[in-house]
């Protein structure tokens, strides 16, 4: 299978931190990537130079083999990408943000009519079509805005915790919906805290930590590298893997719990 | 009581307040302006009572009926604040509420917090103090009852407006609030005897602000009978203690009303987010004319219509309606009102309309970037993750601010113009080079902050570039607009002359503005 997304040696930092160091990573056609991390560890970044919405420090980002430093717009035509935190115009209607996403990535007016009959059908946001973004609940814009990122059919789609605030049925169908899109050959980028669902729904995954993949492949792999064992879940493999990183918290708690014992609570 | 508790609580909403305040230089430098600003206002003001004292021909009753009224327009004030119920920010709901702290608690830490944030803003009180004891050379005990009497005064405002703000979110209802309206509206009554024939008069009623006015004045001047009116704010003071105390047993908590801003300070993005969902609930009812339909046929108009329609769903075009009704009945009132005997010569509706359209002309700009800077710059990743040409977001964006910055005044301000007799060449002038300028400036203003990642930063300091930029760009149009106010000079010539140069700097801006966006980072 030939790569969708490639990053090679990818740095930025912010201010004094450094998000990214020398990050390299691989996302192939037709499949369901995972992005997992520790917070703090360039998930979302990562996400955002992809997208176009941060620009790296070096490095090379090649998006269907286009140089996205060389290219910067052209690429996103095959890129739909909902954020972590969804902001939205919260003054226009469902139908109206549809419209909005639709026209400026110059999507036909027909196709977008269909899309967004369809989408608001399927996300069961009919009844909320004409009604202001501002008033919706947290599932149902982080539905808005799948469904403004899937409005001009990109071969790609890179979501930032696309599960947070969804509930289990949307989740369900989320799923769905990205399983389908794989088989007609599209590709699904996600970053995400949810390990179970990533066990499930991945195909490969790629451990950042620090701004640097550790490791990346299936989960086969991923139990063999890190020496696990073969029934070993996700959930413990990242576990081991970031292992250093949860090891310095903990000699810190112990050190304050001997010395502040009541601060901890006792039944 | 649990005094430790008390003290926690209260030291978190100082520290709240006081944060916001640390949290931006223009803040603080805001502070510094308005306590100096206000120094030689306070010293020619103890100046002038100290003289007015010595020379001892002043008017006591004029002084007393002068701070009474400004006393009860406070009073008249917070009771009409506390007709939205106990308010709380979100952080107190979500970190004081959850704590097992009473309501008696709360109410005097908040009482305290209040008492501390607000002394801040009465820095320049104090010096007035200071200055009126020294000048006068009042004794010590005087002083000590000048103060005595002003704590006393702070006090009963506070209690009043905390136990009305609790009553009001314990009990809805309409009598309540019809019945602290009258309340707000009847401490005012007395100042309408300054303006008509009405025998009212604050001295002669028996309100709180009447009995500190007269205390104080009483001391100042040396009379001898404050002590009964010290009586009666003792009395009032007591009453809203008790009042305090006895709602302060309630548990209003689960009934208070949340608020977007911790202090007057605070410009973090969940507050302005909340002020901005709030104008949106209030203004999408009433402001359905415009729709973004699918049938558009130019994105560029499809673009400047969806900015139209957050400007009208947002508020920010009633706004701008409302701004320059204000503008028009200023200028009638100004120029044909009854105190000016009619119309003063050729010059005088040139004048004043030439001057409101000046200065309010460059507001709009302001207000509008403003506005879009706090509801839709947080959506730029949508265009940005696109691939959308930014350029064309940009001029959109542009382009709509000068249509209604543009369309607004002329509608409003030309025909009254050629009613007044005033060349309405000048005003469209005017009004298009403010447009076309004042627009491209504060946008790029906007961007540049946001740009920078400072795009929080004070709306102040980003008002104060932008006018400053917008005034020093506007400079012939002022010029040409005070040649033509005396001399006729605007002919057709140096009309399109100023379109043009304010076109060119429109143009120059408009670059910078696509070149800001196209390389931004959100």
Same mark, same amino acid.
């Given at each position: 299978m030939a790569s969708v997304i490639e990053l090679i040696d990818v740095w930025k930092s912010y201010?004094s931190f450094q998000a990214l160091r020398g990050l390299n990573l691989e996302v192939k056609e037709g499949e369901i990537f995972g992005l997992l991390g520790p917070n703090g560890a360039g998930k979302t970044t990562t996400l955002k130079i992809i997208v176009?919405l941060l620009?790296m420090d070096r490095g090379i980002v090649r998006v269907k083999g286009?140089?996205i430093?060389?290219?910067?717009?052209?690429?996103?035509?095959f890129i739909g990408y909902v954020p972590e935190s969804v902001?939205?115009?919260?003054?226009?209607? $469902? #139908?109206?943000?549809?419209?909005?996403?639709? +026209?400026?990535?110059? @999507?036909?007016?027909?196709?977008?009519?269909? %899309?967004?009959?369809?989408? $608001? #059908?399927?996300?069961?946001?009919?009844?909320? +079509?004409?009604?202001? @973004?501002?008033?919706?609940?947290r599932g149902? %814009?982080q539905?808005?805005a799948i469904?403004?990122a899937?409005?001009?059919?990109p071969e790609i789609l890179i979501l930032d915790e696309p599960f947070i605030g969804i509930d289990p049925a949307g989740q369900h169908m989320l799923k769905e919906i990205f399983r389908e899109r794989v088989e007609r050959g599209g590709t699904i980028f996600i970053s995400t805290h949810m390990l179970d669902t990533a066990e499930r729904l991945c195909d490969r995954v790629a451990i950042i930590h620090r701004g640097q993949n550790i490791v990346s492949g299936n989960l086969k792999s991923l139990q063999s590298l890190s020496k696990s064992g073969e029934n070993a879940t996700l959930e413990e493999v990242f576990l081991k893997l970031t292992e250093e990183a949860r090891e310095q918290p903990s000699e810190e708690l112990a050190e304050v719990k001997r010395r502040r014992p009541?601060l901890f609570f006792r039944r | 009581?649990?005094?430790?508790?008390?003290?926690?609580?209260?030291?978190?909403?100082?520290?709240?307040?006081?944060?916001?305040?640390?949290?931006?230089?223009?803040?603080?430098?805001?502070?510094?302006?308005?306590?100096?600003?206000?120094?030689?206002?306070?010293?020619?003001?103890?100046?002038?009572?100290?003289?007015?004292?010595?020379?001892?021909?002043?008017?006591?009753?004029?002084?007393?009926?002068?701070?009474?009224?400004?006393?009860?327009?406070?009073?008249?004030?917070?009771?009409?604040?506390?007709?939205?119920?106990?308010?709380?920010?979100?952080?107190?709901?979500?970190?004081?509420?959850?704590?097992?702290?009473?309501?008696?608690?709360?109410?005097?830490?908040?009482?305290?917090?209040?008492?501390?944030?607000?002394?801040?803003?009465?820095?320049?009180?104090?010096?007035?103090?200071?200055?009126?004891?020294?000048?006068?050379?009042?004794?010590?005990?005087?002083?000590?009852?000048?103060?005595?009497?002003?704590?006393?005064?702070?006090?009963?405002?506070?209690?009043?407006?905390?136990?009305?703000?609790?009553?009001?979110?314990?009990?809805?209802?309409?009598?309540?609030?019809?019945?602290?309206?009258?309340?707000?509206?009847?401490?005012?009554?007395?100042?309408?005897?300054?303006?008509?024939?009405?025998?009212?008069?604050?001295?002669?009623?028996?309100?709180?602000?009447?009995?500190?006015?007269?205390?104080?004045?009483?001391?100042?001047?040396?009379?001898?009978?404050?002590?009964?009116?010290?009586?009666?704010?003792?009395?009032?003071?007591?009453?809203?203690?008790?009042?305090?105390?006895?709602?302060?047993?309630?548990?209003?908590?689960?009934?208070?009303?949340?608020?977007?801003?911790?202090?007057?300070?605070?410009?973090?993005?969940?507050?302005?987010?909340?002020?901005?969902?709030?104008?949106?609930?209030?203004?999408?009812?009433?402001?359905?004319?415009?729709?973004?339909?699918?049938?558009?046929?130019?994105?560029?108009?499809?673009?400047?219509?969806?900015?139209?329609?957050?400007?009208?769903?947002?508020?920010?075009?009633?706004?701008?309606?409302?701004?320059?009704?204000?503008?028009?009945?200023?200028?009638?009132?100004?120029?044909?009102?009854?105190?000016?005997?009619?119309?003063?010569?050729?010059?005088?509706?040139?004048?004043?309309?030439?001057?409101?359209?000046?200065?309010?002309?460059?507001?709009?700009?302001?207000?509008?970037?403003?506005?879009?800077?706090?509801?839709?710059?947080?959506?730029?990743?949508?265009?940005?993750?696109?691939?959308?040409?930014?350029?064309?977001?940009?001029?959109?964006?542009?382009?709509?601010?000068?249509?209604?910055?543009?369309?607004?005044?002329?509608?409003?301000?030309?025909?009254?113009?050629?009613?007044?007799?005033?060349?309405?060449?000048?005003?469209?002038?005017?009004?298009?080079?403010?447009?076309?300028?004042?627009?491209?400036?504060?946008?790029?203003?906007?961007?540049?902050?946001?740009?920078?990642?400072?795009?929080?930063?004070?709306?102040?300091?980003?008002?104060?570039?932008?006018?400053?930029?917008?005034?020093?760009?506007?400079?012939?149009?002022?010029?040409?607009?005070?040649?033509?106010?005396?001399?006729?000079?605007?002919?057709?010539?140096?009309?399109?002359?100023?379109?043009?140069?304010?076109?060119?700097?429109?143009?120059?801006?408009?670059?910078?503005?696509?070149?800001?966006?196209?390389?931004?980072?959100?």
């Amino acid at each position: 299978m030939a790569s969708v997304i490639e990053l090679i040696d990818v740095w930025k930092s912010y201010d004094s931190f450094q998000a990214l160091r020398g990050l390299n990573l691989e996302v192939k056609e037709g499949e369901i990537f995972g992005l997992l991390g520790p917070n703090g560890a360039g998930k979302t970044t990562t996400l955002k130079i992809i997208v176009g919405l941060l620009k790296m420090d070096r490095g090379i980002v090649r998006v269907k083999g286009v140089d996205i430093s060389e290219e910067p717009y052209g690429y996103k035509k095959f890129i739909g990408y909902v954020p972590e935190s969804v902001s939205l115009p919260d003054y226009l209607t $469902v #139908e109206e943000l549809l419209i909005y996403s639709g +026209r400026i990535r110059g @999507v036909p007016r027909d196709q977008i009519k269909e %899309r967004m009959n369809y989408y $608001v #059908e399927i996300f069961e946001l009919k009844d909320k +079509r004409r009604e202001l @973004v501002l008033s919706l609940s947290r599932g149902m %814009r982080q539905k808005v805005a799948i469904a403004s990122a899937l409005i001009h059919d990109p071969e790609i789609l890179i979501l930032d915790e696309p599960f947070i605030g969804i509930d289990p049925a949307g989740q369900h169908m989320l799923k769905e919906i990205f399983r389908e899109r794989v088989e007609r050959g599209g590709t699904i980028f996600i970053s995400t805290h949810m390990l179970d669902t990533a066990e499930r729904l991945c195909d490969r995954v790629a451990i950042i930590h620090r701004g640097q993949n550790i490791v990346s492949g299936n989960l086969k792999s991923l139990q063999s590298l890190s020496k696990s064992g073969e029934n070993a879940t996700l959930e413990e493999v990242f576990l081991k893997l970031t292992e250093e990183a949860r090891e310095q918290p903990s000699e810190e708690l112990a050190e304050v719990k001997r010395r502040r014992p009541s601060l901890f609570f006792r039944r | 009581m649990r005094a430790g508790l008390i003290l926690s609580v209260y030291r978190l909403k100082v520290k709240a307040f006081f944060g916001a305040v640390r949290a931006s230089k223009a803040s603080v430098a805001f502070m510094l302006f308005y306590i100096l600003g206000f120094l030689p206002s306070i010293i020619g003001f103890s100046m002038a009572v100290a003289e007015a004292v010595k020379s001892g021909g002043a008017d006591i009753g004029l002084y007393i009926e002068f701070l009474a009224a400004a006393t009860s327009f406070l009073m008249s004030i917070a009771i009409l604040l506390s007709l939205r119920g106990y308010t709380v920010p979100e952080y107190e709901q979500n970190l004081i509420f959850t704590s097992p702290i009473k309501p008696r608690e709360f109410l005097v830490a908040g009482l305290l917090a209040n008492l501390t944030c607000l002394l801040l803003f009465l820095t320049p009180l104090f010096f007035l103090y200071i200055l009126v004891i020294l000048s006068l050379n009042l004794s010590f005990y005087s002083a000590l009852l000048i103060l005595f009497a002003s704590i006393l005064f702070a006090f009963t405002l506070f209690f009043t407006k905390t136990f009305l703000s609790v009553l009001r979110s314990l009990y809805g209802g309409f009598w309540l609030p019809l019945l602290m309206a009258v309340i707000a509206f009847l401490l005012l009554v007395p100042t309408l005897g300054s303006f008509t024939a009405l025998p009212l008069k604050y001295s002669e009623v028996p309100y709180p602000s009447t009995f500190l006015a007269k205390t104080l004045i009483g001391i100042i001047f040396h009379e001898t009978s404050h002590i009964n009116d010290l009586l009666g704010l003792i009395s009032y003071f007591t009453l809203s203690l008790i009042l305090f105390a006895l709602t302060s047993k309630r548990n209003f908590f689960p009934l208070t009303r949340q608020v977007a801003v911790v202090s007057p300070f605070d410009i973090s993005i969940q507050a302005q987010t909340m002020k901005v969902e709030k104008s949106i609930r209030t203004f999408s009812k009433m402001s359905t004319i415009f729709k973004l339909s699918i049938d558009s046929n130019s994105l560029h108009g499809l673009l400047i219509r969806k900015e139209i329609i957050r400007m009208t769903r947002e508020g920010s075009l009633f706004a701008i309606i409302l701004l320059y009704v204000v503008v028009l009945l200023m200028a009638i009132f100004t120029i044909r009102g009854p105190a000016s005997g009619g119309t003063q010569g050729p010059s005088a509706p040139s004048i004043v309309l030439v001057l409101l359209v000046s200065i309010y002309s460059l507001i709009i700009p302001l207000m509008l970037a403003g506005n879009w800077n706090l509801s839709d710059s947080k959506n730029l990743w949508i265009p940005f993750s696109s691939g959308a040409d930014m350029r064309l977001i940009a001029r959109a964006t542009l382009y709509s601010f000068i249509l209604v910055s543009t369309a607004v005044p002329c509608v409003i301000l030309l025909p009254i113009s050629i009613f007044l007799g005033v060349n309405p060449l000048l005003i469209l002038a005017l009004i298009i080079s403010a447009s076309f300028v004042g627009c491209s400036v504060n946008l790029y203003v906007s961007i540049r902050f946001l740009r920078s990642g400072r795009g929080g930063a004070m709306p102040l300091l980003v008002g104060w570039i932008s006018m400053l930029l917008s005034s020093i760009f506007m400079a012939p149009a002022y010029i040409l607009a005070a040649l033509s106010i005396s001399e006729t000079l605007l002919t057709m010539f140096f009309f399109a002359a100023l379109l043009a140069y304010s076109a060119i700097i429109m143009r120059i801006f408009l670059k910078l503005i696509e070149r800001s966006m196209s390389s931004m980072e959100v």
